[in-house]
């Protein structure tokens, strides 16, 4: 066991050396170490906890997905039978399904022939599944479409991947560092900005659909005729209000869509020329352009309503023909809400409405704090223990504690290796693998002693010691390993950084256990020839 | 230079004696745990029970705690808990789960904000959602069941199964103490404490499996040995060992929780009372003992030492 060739000495060393180096660019400056190669900047990641930070989870409102995606096969249900000459009545969506009666006279055999083209093969033509996207069932003249479970998924799959980008544009456009944006399952969107000292403008940037549609106003009755009528108003319209702190006056405006967000390739804040007041202005591509100008051509002197997330920003009456394909939006807005709305638009409505279901922010006061503490913890510890270690085992406890510290040294190299998020529990498992890590030279060192009191000679007695006590090392740090390994999969942020430092920590006190100790004792052995062992 | 000896080298003690006693004291301690698990109960964080919790610093002087409980109190939130926390300047609000899904959620602490306004520092703020506070709790539970069989699997592979039973109901012995412990002390139960579960686990295997090494080592050595004498004799041989590396660990533990502020302070007491008291205590006077119940060596016996046994009164 004492035994090393020189290769396999130099083989030690070098790991533990290299290991270690990876470590060095925690210790310089971050504008320093941006200079240097790509593969040297690798680093430890501080965690939310302590540099401060929003953590926020985010779900993807499935049923709403599910509801727009049967809105819509309802409107292609009635452009097919539309289109096809066959009469119908009781076109709506009911439960999961679409229903709708076909009139005496019409075939409905022919009728469900046609809206058979709605269904379509799941993945594409490719799909190798047999599913469709709608199922279709007929029981006299009623016909019924279903979406199929499959299809629904895969919608709000494509739903969150398009949110995810939607995300990322509205983010970057915070001036961040480095923020996170990770799909989780299949619903949700996980969203980590580091040091951010508010997260409520990110939060409402993150809550908004910005679901941006121009119409027109409905000017057949007023809002107020119909609220006093029950309620019900024409069917092609609906009553919209203006936000909050606009006084939420009602307006009547049609569904139908003159042109959408989408159509949108620019938006700026900006102030009125004459009012001074802050406003958005905007910019079509070729087709929204040519869609607002044939609006508002044939409208003129009518109010057009702008809305946004089915609230009345403004309802502005078109004075003349907007045929440049540019407008503004007004609408009593602040600096700051005009920039954020200036924002959503560029970076495109969302598919569906997002839900925070988790959110944790910790300010950068704490994370400064955290850091501190974790420090000064970080040092007692280890100090306590280096004494310790010395009083106890004297020249032996030294090596102990040269070899802990490469240990310590190790983990921040692997950390760095990997790009691990290092956070508070994080710190509290390193300090615990130094308490451990110890253990294993305890381990050898009380078997040494034990040797010698067998009446072992010293170098035999050390050499057993080893071999003796490196099969118990490896036995009780597995059990250790597993316990990190299950943390590490069920833990989120803070409990997962702590899995980390501590299998990492079990793994380095293995190699330093099985291969640096041994070194340092063998090589003091050579020089020494010890005649009693001094533990 | 004169080293420190803990323990004096060749210790005899008979520690396989003392589970005449140690047994029943377990038995009655798990007991208590259970039933203060059940009537006494955990106090759920955030994470499994869902609600808010914010961390605020008053920027100017001590928190006025009254004046912010009647603040908090209007606002219609159900019950709203504040709690000193670390200097007189730290409040920690507590928020229950509001009524109403997510959204609501995030309406409350929008609420509070506003009714804080900038007098205070906004340290943390943690939400958590209905569903994601029952999905945590089912992956805590879950997770400890694995790590727990994972353990048992790998240690049945090494050992006898034998082995593996006796450090199981050792460990599962651990971790109802501790949940005991966490019960009468009333700390957060959160993710936090399912990690320092888990690693209490670890460690106190840790130690178990070092004393099972050392028996199963003295089972080949000395064949003819009755198993108390050869248990007592392993376990009194790890026992410097088993001591050093506590006072280590403890020592390390223990700056955690003088120094490491009050955000891991529960994680490193629950840390304290299962890995330095009970771990060790468990590996001694369970984990080994109970060996002799679980027939470990029995067949050994048998087959050499029919006529010592007659021998030995």
Not at chain 2, 35 to 62: C, P, W
Not at chain 2, 215 to 231: A, G, H, N, Q, V
């Amino acid at each position: 066991m004492l035994y090393f060739t020189r290769w396999k000495a130099l083989a030690v060393i070098l790991t533990a050396v290299v290991v270690c180096l990876f470590a060095v660019p925690n210790f310089f400056p971050k504008e320093m170490v941006e200079r240097w190669p790509k593969w040297a900047q690798r680093h430890v990641v501080l965690g939310l906890d302590l540099q401060g930070g929003s953590h926020i989870l985010l779900e993807v409102d499935a049923a709403a997905v599910r509801r727009e995606k049967l809105e819509a096969l309802r409107d292609d249900v009635r452009r097919v039978l539309r289109d096809a000459r066959i009469g119908y009545t009781g076109l709506a969506v009911r439960g999961n399904s679409v229903e709708v009666r076909i009139r005496e006279g019409a075939n409905s055999q022919q009728a469900s022939q046609k809206l058979q083209e709605l269904s379509q093969p799941l993945g594409g033509i490719l799909g190798a599944s047999g599913q469709r996207t709608v199922d279709i069932a007929t029981d006299g003249d009623l016909v019924r479409l279903t979406m199929t479970d499959p299809a629904i998924i895969e919608r709000v799959r494509q739903a969150v991947e398009q949110s995810i980008q939607i995300i990322e544009r509205r983010v970057n456009e915070l001036g961040t560092v480095e923020p996170l944006i990770q799909r989780q399952g299949v619903d949700r969107v996980l969203v980590q900005v580091p040091g951010l000292q508010d997260p409520s403008r990110l939060k409402e940037l993150l809550g908004k659909t910005a679901k941006l549609d121009f119409r027109l106003v409905d000017q057949t009755t007023t809002p107020e005729q119909v609220q006093a009528q029950g309620n019900r108003p024409p069917p092609e319209s609906e009553i919209l209000f203006a936000p909050q702190k606009q006084g939420r006056q009602p307006y009547l405006i049609e569904k139908r869509v003159m042109v959408s967000g989408g159509e949108l390739t620019d938006a700026q804040p900006g102030f009125d020329q004459r009012s001074s007041e802050p406003i958005v202005s905007f910019r079509f591509n070729t087709a929204g352009a040519r869609k607002f100008a044939q609006t508002t051509q044939e409208n003129v002197g009518k109010p057009f309503a702008i809305v946004l997330d089915n609230e009345v920003i403004s309802a502005p009456v078109i004075r003349e023909p907007i045929l440049g394909g540019s407008g503004q939006i007004s609408g009593s807005f602040t600096v700051e809400g005009a920039n954020d709305l200036a924002i959503l638009l560029r970076a495109g409505a969302l598919p569906a409405p997002l839900t925070i279901i988790e959110e944790r922010t910790v300010g950068p006061g704490l994370g400064q704090d955290s850091i501190e503490k974790g420090k000064l913890s970080s040092y007692v510890g280890a100090a306590m223990v280096i004494v310790f270690m010395f009083a106890t085992y004297g020249l032996f406890g030294l090596f102990a504690n040269i070899a802990v510290a490469i240990n310590v040294a190790m983990i921040f190299g692997v950390l760095s290796l990997l790009n691990a998020t290092l956070t508070l529990p994080g710190i509290a498992g390193i300090v615990l693998t130094v308490g451990i890590a110890v253990d294993s030279n305890v381990l050898i060192y009380e078997r040494i002693r034990e040797e010698v009191r067998a009446g072992r000679t010293p170098i035999n007695a050390i050499d057993a010691g080893f071999s003796r006590a490196l099969a118990t090392i490896l036995d009780s740090n597995i059990t250790t390993f597993i316990a990190a390994a299950v943390l590490f999969y069920i833990g989120t942020g803070p409990v997962r950084g702590f899995a980390v430092t501590l299998g990492i920590g079990i793994l380095t006190t293995v190699f330093t256990a099985f291969t640096l100790t041994r070194l340092i004792v063998a090589y003091w052995v050579r020089w020494r020839r010890p005649q009693r062992v001094p533990i | 230079m004169k080293l420190l000896r803990i323990v004096p080298d060749d210790t005899k003690f008979d520690f396989m004696r003392f589970r005449r006693i140690s047994f029943p004291i377990s038995a009655l301690l798990s007991i208590i745990a259970i039933s203060l698990y059940f009537f006494h109960g955990l106090n759920f964080g955030i994470d499994f029970r869902g609600g808010t919790l914010m961390e605020v610093q008053s920027k100017a002087g001590d928190a006025d705690l009254a004046k912010m409980r009647a603040t908090l109190g209007g606002l219609g939130l159900g019950e709203v808990q504040l709690q000193q926390f670390g200097t007189p300047r730290d409040v920690l609000i507590r928020l229950a789960e509001q009524p109403g899904g997510d959204a609501a959620q995030q309406a409350a602490v929008q609420k509070v904000r506003t009714a804080l306004g900038q007098d205070v520092e906004y340290r943390r703020v943690e939400v958590v959602g209905p569903r994601v506070s029952g999905e945590l709790l089912s992956y805590g539970v879950v997770g400890l069941m694995l790590a727990i069989f994972a353990i048992l699997i790998y240690l049945w592979f090494r050992f006898e199964w034998q082995f593996a039973l006796g450090a199981m109901i050792a460990n599962v012995h651990d971790i109802v103490l501790t949940i005991g412990f966490m019960s009468i002390t009333q700390v957060d139960f959160d993710l936090t404490s399912i990690a320092a579960l888990l690693t209490i686990l670890g460690y106190s295997l840790n130690d178990t499996v070092v004393i099972y090494d050392r028996i199963r080592e003295m089972l080949r050595r000395y064949k003819k040995m009755s198993m108390p004498d050869l248990l007592n004799a392993s376990v009194n041989q790890t026992l410097s060992r088993s001591v050093i590396t506590h006072l280590t660990v403890s020592l390390a533990l223990l700056a955690l929780l003088l120094f490491g502020g009050h955000a891991i302070h529960s994680f490193t007491a629950t840390m304290m009372f299962g890995v330095v008291l009970v771990g060790t205590y468990t590996s001694v006077f369970i984990a080994a003992p109970i060996l002799i119940y679980l027939g470990v060596g029995t067949g050994r016996d048998a087959l050499s030492a029919a006529p010592e046994r007659d021998a030995k009164p």
